[in-house]
């Protein structure tokens, strides 16, 4: 696990010096703090390459240093990540005649490459983003993992190819003009995030999930690597799908126990890392060391939970308590993240992951449970959606007309304010519908925030990413469609860059079982109503193993990672959000000043929880400011 830059340049313009691309390199120190490396070389012919690593040493800690290179030194590579089913390829490698000097994982991705070329992403199986230099073809190969777990950002010109697993990497080439790629702050409204291929900034792309890229004379090309089978084997009963799910889980979490250094888990008391908790635990011979976050405000605090979790599996646990002033970490999120991001939970995650540091070096998670298992209400609630799209058209239109515009607005959580908003949804097609439950703001919020100003319009243009994903999915049902959507959306742009981000800002290693590419194969394979068989909260998960969780956990819903922002923001002096509609803020050259004051004065009452809208636009405020 660690961070990783390169470049790649065949004319003079191109050229980043020593020192510039030290400083690239140097610029990821906290995401490999246990030691740094560089290779370089410039060809006659005009090519030049360089590729850096920041290491964070996990596998062969004593041996396993980066750039490393085959036994010619004429393949180079630089790898973040993990990749948990080395110790078996090593074994095939070697009784094909390769010759290793390390016993690391990613020595075994350098003769995995030499034996099946581009191919060889087909035998991984982990968590990655890696960069291959092939001196004898001149060619730059580059990878990211199935899922999206790892990051790889790059900027293409004329003249060269630059690449990093952090933005901020890129932004210090001296040749590169930092500019605002507008379209990127309607995205982020609706999204929370910025969505792959593009970023907030102009000429910086981020290599999507499950491809990979060359670059050869120049030219560069992508390609989808890994489609796997979206619709569910009919035939597969409940009981056969249990078994099936028991084995991978047990398969999966023996693979990522793999470590030369500490483990632990994070624990919330949900069903997830409930379950890989109670998975690893059964394995290990000792206490395994679990983490877990609290908040004093009743309805937000999942840490009696985890306490009851751990107490019922005999793990080793650790709570830590987040007050109001951790908000102060605003400025350190948007440093380390580099684009808007507005998913709060980023702040728990970010004192979890600090705390969890100090005892463990790697932290195993319940991430991608929901989103293999249909964990989140909306898919249930998609389903059943289904049946109101069947009723004839004149009575949709009766229930949905514009009766419903009339219905007076209410407090966020009155009988009256709910009818509105569910009637409302109603109207919508499936994608609208989705992105209003994934979103902090509706897509009226946006069309209203963006105003008459220079973004009117360009947020029907945002769509096209979640659209474009949806249409194809192919014939599903609306169920299976939203979660295959979180599962190619939401997850990676959203919950694993935010894993990724602020587990790596204090070196801490996370690893995700449930998003073993070959669970995830076998999930997409259990129909629907399976996956929803029961009363329990995620029945799939909580039937098949109920042995490792207790039964009032079984039974609670689900709560999410939230936080209270709309209780810790109520003062508008928090964070300077009475600056968000000042003439000379950032946010008010794109959005509407009276629309941004509603949203401040309307979380203020407490009729409306406008916490998560309130930190969306902190956070690009104060994001824009640093950057433009």
Known sequence: ?????????????????????????DMMSHRGP??????????????????????????????????????????????????????????????????FQTRSDTEVIVHLYEEYGEECLEYLRGMFAFAIWDETKQRLFFARDRLGQKPFVYHQTSEGFYFGSEIKVLL?????NKKLREESITEYLLYGYIPHPHSA????????????????????????????????????????????????????????????????CFLSGGIDSTVISGAIQEQLDVPLNTFTIGFGVEGYDESSFAATAAKHLGTNHRCLQVEPDSMDILDRLVWLFDEPFSDSSAIPTYFLSRETRKYVKVALTGDGGDEAFAGYGRHRTAEALTRFDRLPSWLRGMLTSRWVDALPRGS??????????????????FSKRYLDWVSPFT??????????????????????????????????????????????????GDLL?????????????CRSPFLDHLLIEDAMRIPFEHL?????????????????????????????????????????????????????????QYLDRKAIHEIVAMNQTGKWDFGDRLWSLLFLERWGRLHF
């Open 532 to 588: 929803i068989a029961g009363q329990n909260v995620k029945p799939m998960l909580s039937e098949t193993f109920k042995k490792w969780i207790p039964e009032e956990l079984r039974r609670r819903p689900k709560m999410g990672f939230r936080i209270p922002l709309s209780y810790w923001l109520r003062d508008s002096e928090a964070l300077g959000q009475n600056q968000l509609a000042s003439k000379d803020s950032f946010c008010a």
């Open 1 to 25: 696990m660690c961070g990783i830059s390169g470049a790649l340049w065949w004319s003079e313009r191109g050229f980043v010096s020593e020192s510039t691309f030290d400083s690239m390199t």
């Open 201 to 264: 900034f102009q000429g910086i792309s981020k290599l999507p999930p499950a491809h990979y890229g060359v670059i050869e004379q120049g030219r560069l090309r992508i390609h989808k690597y890994w489609n796997p089978e979206l619709t569910p084997n009919p035939k597969l009963s409940l009981a056969e799908s249990q078994e099936m799910i028991r084995h991978r889980v047990h398969d999966s979490v023996r693979t990522q126990l793999r470590s030369d250094v500490p483990l632990g």
């Open 172 to 176: 210090g080439l001296p040749f590169f």
């Open 443 to 492: 897509l009226e919020h946006v069309e209203g925030l963006t105003g008459s100003g220079p973004l009117r319009g360009k947020e029907r243009d945002g769509l096209r990413f979640l659209s474009g994903i949806i249409e194809g999915l192919g014939p599903m049902s609306d169920g299976l469609r939203a979660m295959r959507a979180d599962m190619f959306s939401y997850l990676p």
């Open 34 to 99: 246990d030691g740094r490396g560089v290779h370089r070389r410039q060809y006659s012919t005009g090519v030049g390459v360089a590729l850096g690593h920041r290491r964070l040493s996990i596998i062969d800690v004593e041996g396993g240093g980066q750039p490393q290179h085959n036994e010619t030194k004429d393949v180079w590579i630089v790898f973040n990540g993990e990749i948990y089913n080395y110790v078996e390829l090593y074994d095939e490698l070697i009784k094909k005649g390769h010759r």
């Open 497 to 509: 860059a935010k894993v990724d981000i602020v587990s790596m800002a204090h070196g801490l290693e």
């Open 412 to 429: 966020g959580d009155s009988k009256i304010g709910k009818l509105k908003n569910r009637l409302t949804v109603l109207r919508r097609d």
